[in-house]
């Protein structure tokens, strides 16, 4: 199974935070990541892999979520953003982040559930 090609499955896992330069010389240890850092314009983002395989990444908290303690988030694979943050709401969610595009990634959104439960979801651009 191809996680970033299938509805439903987990396909990323990522950590925002106040000191990302922290959380990679803990997490890189821990797991035995390597940890690879790239510029994706707002910022360093640190690629986490085992291997030659991307796993995660870890971020630094963005200015305009405000304050928030350290999180991980959790991504699923959908086969389209905009139904699913319809169907969402639909189901009594809401969404937290609306649709936006991720350059070279593909189109996510954060909804929570009527609880308040987050999670991301990503349509992977094909390629």
Do not use: N
């Not at 990679?24 to 707002?42: K, N, R, S, V």
């Not at 085992?50 to 303690?69: F, L, Y």
């Amino acid at each position: 199974m191809d996680v970033f090609k299938t509805h439903g499955a987990f396909s990323w896992s990522e950590l925002t935070t106040g000191d990302p330069a922290a959380a990679t010389a803990f997490y890189g240890p821990l797991f035995g990541w390597d940890i690879e850092a790239m510029d994706m314009g707002g910022g360093p983002y640190h690629l986490l892999k085992v291997g030659d395989t991307a796993v995660g990444g870890i971020m630094k908290t963005p200015a305009e979520a405000g304050p928030m303690p350290p999180a991980w988030g959790c991504y699923v694979t959908v086969d389209d953003v905009a139904a699913t943050v319809a169907q969402a709401t639909a189901l009594g969610g809401k969404v937290v982040v609306p649709a936006m595009d991720v350059p070279g990634v593909g189109r996510m959104a954060v909804i929570a559930d009527p609880q308040g439960a987050t999670l991301s979801v990503m349509q992977y651009s094909a390629g």
